[in-house]
Structures are given as structure tokens and as C-alpha cells.
């Protein structure tokens, strides 16, 4: 299967999505990376990988987002694209777009969804005071970080974590859920029904849930009352 990686800066799980793709007998292939910048760090890092590259600057279609996906879907066409995976995109898609490509466009978000959809995820984990964070890849929907769930991996929140500690924990666990994710799609894995995915694969089931570190507590023997 063609993918499609967009992006609009560094494009580090875009670069997971590279290695993956260059180990043998992974089912897909990065057919292209798109950028609404053009000064995206993660551009020359898929140069180098010696992937496609393209950019459609949305600046320039200030106030027309049906024209500037019409330019990026160009491109789409033009590299053959069959799924698209947004890796840092920072552009909302219109309706239309993501209608275009139900069940072909595919997320990565840092929180376990449906909690804290938007921006400052670490920061409002640790302000809820949540003993669990971590990450979701999820087929698009026309909301905002809606639509089925592929994939979950969670990761503790310590005790004297900062927004910077926990973000670097959850963002080891994108760089491994969202290659795992992409492949099922790819190898025809995936059934949707509603709003539910169901993941024809071994490593999908009780895989992606992390345990605490260290070893489990010692339950404490109580006597019937």
C-alpha cells in the first residue's frame, strides 16, 4: 500500500514510519511526504531516506482550505497515495477532505482518546491529576481527534513528572504504535463496524497496554467481615 506522510514540522513519528517501512516485509511503502511548510524539519529527513517530497504552503491559500487540499490531493494522486497518515500536521481538514478519504486517513494523537482531544495534552493530564497517559491512533473523523481507535498504548504519570518527562514517555510509545497501526491497515487487517476496530492480528490484542514499572504491590490479606 502508497502512503502518504503529512506533516508541518520535525516529523518524528514520520521517521518511525520510515524505519518501518524499510524493514523487510512491511506492507506498506512511503510512496510521499507532504508538508504544509517548507521549512519542516522532517522534509529533509525524508529527502535523505531518499523519499518523495512535496509542499503545498497553506499560507498561500490563506482563506481557501477547499484550494489548498485541492492542491495537496494533487499530489496525492500524482505519487499514487492509497492512505494518508498525519504525523504532526498542524492544518484542521475540512469535511469534505476527510469524507474523501474515510477509513484512508489515519491519525496520531498524544492522549488516550477520547480524554483530552486538542492541544496541551501533557500539560492537562497533569493538571487532571491522572494516573494514566498516553497515546491513540485512530481512523479521522470530521471532529476534532474523533473517530474508530486503532491503537492505545498508555504510559504511568510519576510522581515528578513535568509536561517535558511525561511527553518524551508517550512519545516512545507513538514511534511504536503508529508503524504497528499503518501496518494493519496496509496488510488488510482491520475491520470497521461503526465506530469500533476490530484488529485481525496476534500482537494486537494486550500488547499496547504497558504496565507500571517496577513489581506489582503485595495485596494485602483481608478478613471476611
Given at each position: 500500500m502508497r502512503i502518504a506522510i503529512l506533516i508541518s514540522?520535525?516529523?518524528?513519528?514520520?521517521?518511525?514510519?520510515?524505519?518501518?517501512?524499510?524493514?523487510?516485509?512491511?506492507?506498506?511503502?512511503?510512496?510521499?511526504?507532504?508538508?504544509?511548510?517548507?521549512?519542516?524539519?522532517?522534509?529533509?529527513?525524508?529527502?535523505?531516506?531518499?523519499?518523495?517530497?512535496?509542499v503545498v504552503e497553506s499560507r498561500a491559500f490563506k482563506g481557501d482550505r477547499a484550494g489548498f487540499e485541492v492542491a495537496m490531493e494533487a499530489e496525492l494522486a500524482r505519487h499514487g497515495v492509497q492512505l494518508v497518515a498525519l504525523a504532526g500536521f498542524m492544518r484542521v481538514l475540512t469535511e469534505g477532505f476527510v469524507d474523501r478519504w474515510r477509513d484512508r486517513l489515519v491519525n496520531i494523537h498524544p492522549s488516550l482518546l477520547p480524554l483530552f482531544k486538542g492541544l496541551d495534552t501533557h500539560a492537562r493530564a497533569l493538571a487532571a491529576g491522572v494516573k494514566l497517559h498516553g497515546c491513540t491512533v485512530h481512523l479521522v473523523r470530521s471532529g476534532v481527534d474523533e473517530g474508530p481507535i486503532l491503537a492505545q498504548a498508555a504510559v504511568p504519570v510519576l510522581s515528578d513528572d513535568?509536561?517535558?518527562?511525561?511527553?518524551?514517555r508517550v512519545l516512545e510509545q507513538e514511534h511504536r504504535i503508529y508503524p504497528a497501526a499503518i501496518g494493519w491497515l496496509a496488510a488488510g487487517l482491520v475491520r470497521i463496524e461503526g465506530d469500533v476496530v476490530t484488529v485481525?492480528?496476534?500482537?494486537?490484542?494486550?500488547?499496547?497496554?504497558?504496565?507500571?514499572?517496577?513489581?506489582?504491590?503485595?495485596?494485602?490479606?483481608?478478613?471476611?467481615?
Open positions: 514540522g520535525r516529523g518524528s513519528n514520520m521517521a518511525a514510519l520510515l524505519r518501518a517501512a524499510a524493514q523487510p516485509g512491511y506492507p506498506a511503502t512511503i510512496a510521499l511526504v507532504l508538508s504544509n511548510r517548507a521549512d519542516a524539519a522532517g522534509l529533509a529527513v525524508a529527502e535523505a531516506a531518499g523519499v518523495p517530497t512535496a513535568d509536561e517535558a518527562s511525561l511527553a518524551a485481525a492480528a496476534p500482537a494486537a490484542s494486550g500488547a499496547l497496554a504497558n504496565p507500571l514499572p517496577g513489581p506489582a504491590p503485595v495485596p494485602t490479606n483481608r478478613s471476611a467481615s
